[in-house]
């Protein structure tokens, strides 16, 4: 789904969800609550305390109580706090039921209400604007994304999701009907009159040249030989040093196991049959493989002889902390910048969707002077 749909739909589960989460992992505790008030009257720092705890208490209680009846104003058409209420009421739920509620503080809620607020402004006059250009919503269409989107989701799993989060089937079609429209006059009268020149592909490739540069690569196949571990019931009755002694005798068998393999493979023996019979590595389901690779993705030792071979080349074997290695190189790519024919598309498509992002992002403006939009806020 393209990105005005998805801003849409988004409005409906997940904008709230992300940004809460955000502010969670930030550790911003939640007891810092600069909105909490005193009355006037209120002198003495011993009075004053009182009536900030029950100010945060409320603020926990209600993390919405901050929003006026009135939330925006777009001409005469008014967003009020039970609008907001209602987008807000599937989190709070989810967040009171695992115990979050508290931990997100209130200038974190007046943030992301702001959001919220102006991505439903933005949302309706995008919404007019199609109408008033001849698109109007798409159930036909809505009907068909809905079941995309849910196509790989249980119908129980979906349905009582959905009432958790305060959600109906209806409502989220209502919102991808309305999506479908704002992206369809997007499309046809926005995008189709955006064009991307040459010059303009050619400009950005050599201002950016750096973003497509390509490193060194190399793809190889491995067997894995890992030491057996000491079987842990045993170890309980061990001394540290006679735990090192049978880890070592591990290792040496671990070792002898892959020298063995390594001389079967240089008298002819196929690699990719004695990786999927002997290696302890997933790979090993492949044949070994281990598909292709950059520096800085395998462990030192392992990078080091890889990259040091030559196509063809089999290695002894390697030591790494996962055991022994003997590996195949199968492939390498020298670093190089890749060229502007071979990104010449990419680079349009993405100058596209940035100019018709900025096209989109002008015309709200534009239409919230002239629709008097206001967000009231404080």
Request: glycine share 4%; hydrophobic share 35%; charged share 35%.
């Amino acid at each position: 789904m393209n990105k005005t749909l998805s801003l849409v739909v988004a409005l409906s589960v997940s904008f709230l969800m992300c940004s809460c989460s955000k502010a969670e992992e930030k550790g911003v505790p939640a007891d810092k609550n600069p909105a909490a008030k005193t009355e006037p009257f209120v002198k003495d720092k011993a009075d004053e305390k009182p009536a900030k705890d029950a100010a945060a208490k409320d603020s926990k209680a209600d993390p919405l109580a901050f929003l006026p009846e009135i939330v925006a104003k777009i001409g005469d058409d008014k967003i009020t706090k039970a609008d907001i209420e209602a987008e807000f009421k599937p989190i709070i739920s989810m967040m009171k039921e695992n115990g979050q509620l508290e931990k997100i503080p209130p200038e974190v809620w007046k943030k992301e209400v702001i959001g919220a607020v102006t991505n439903i402004v933005n949302t309706k006059l995008l919404t007019k604007l199609a109408e008033d250009n001849g698109y109007k919503p798409d159930p036909a269409g809505a009907e068909v994304e809905y079941k995309k989107m849910t196509e790989k989701i249980p119908p129980e799993q979906l349905t009582a999701t959905l009432a958790k989060q305060g959600m109906t089937p209806e409502l989220i079609k209502a919102r991808i009907s309305v999506g479908l429209a704002i992206q369809k006059w997007v499309d046809e009268k926005i995008a189709s009159t955006i064009k991307i020149s040459d010059e303009d592909v050619e400009k950005f490739y050599n201002d950016n040249k750096d973003k497509f540069k390509k490193p060194e690569t190399v793809k190889a196949s491995h067997i894995l030989i890992r030491p057996e571990p000491i079987d842990e019931e045993k170890a309980k009755a061990m001394s540290d040093e006679d735990k090192k002694k049978a880890n070592d005798e591990q290792k040496q068998k671990a070792l002898k196991k892959a020298q063995d393999l390594l001389a079967s493979l240089k008298n002819g023996e196929d690699f990719a049959k004695l990786a999927k019979e002997n290696s302890t590595c997933p790979s090993k389901e492949n044949g070994g493989d281990l598909g292709t690779f950059e520096r800085g993705k395998m462990v030192p030792e392992f990078e080091k002889a890889a990259f040091a071979m030559k196509v063809g080349d089999m290695s002894d074997v390697v030591e790494t902390k996962f055991g022994y290695h003997i590996i195949k190189l199968t492939e390498k790519n020298e670093a190089e910048t890749v060229s502007l024919k071979d990104v010449k598309d990419y680079i349009t498509e993405n100058l596209k969707k940035q100019k018709v992002s900025e096209a989109v992002q002008a015309t709200i403006e534009a239409e919230k002077k002239n629709k008097k939009v206001e967000i009231l806020i404080n």
